[in-house]
């Protein structure tokens, strides 16, 4: 065994020999629990994604609801910004309106004023 091969060969079997020889099988093995705990978040987050409300039917049927629903609201805001709008409008036209008769009114008060 004067080649290095040979050599560490031996000292490998037998440092292999002593881990076999510690080991008692009398006692049990502690468990993995780094594996067994990615396993349980495993189970967890397929529970969650199989539950009956992340089903992909109930996710389009709330979609389609929703949407529907949305339409809905965006036609009722549809009519109240044109009825705003509309307000708007016609509080101009009043506004012009009030404005032309302030104006009359200053220009009868001046000539009332000229002729006192």
């Known amino acids: 065994c004067d080649d290095e091969c040979s050599g560490l060969l031996i000292s490998d079997m037998d440092r292999l020999y002593r ?3 510690d080991v008692t ?8 629990y780094k594996a067994l705990y990615r396993f349980e978040n495993m ?7 199989l ?6 039917e109930r996710l389009l049927q709330l979609a389609d609801s929703n949407l529907g629903s949305l339409v809905i609201e965006m036609d009722q805001l549809h009519s109240r910004a044109t009825k705003v709008s509309a307000d708007g ?9 009030i404005h032309k008769r302030a104006e009359d009114l200053e220009q009868f008060i001046r000539d009332t004023l000229l002729g006192a």
Do not use: G, N
């Open 43 to 49: 189970t967890e987050e397929l529970k969650h994604m």
């Open 19 to 21: 881990i076999i020889t």
């Open 25 to 32: 099988l009398t006692t049990p093995l502690p468990p993995p």
């Open 51 to 56: 539950s009956p409300h992340k089903a992909p």
């Open 89 to 97: 409008e016609q509080v101009e036209d009043d506004a012009d309106r």
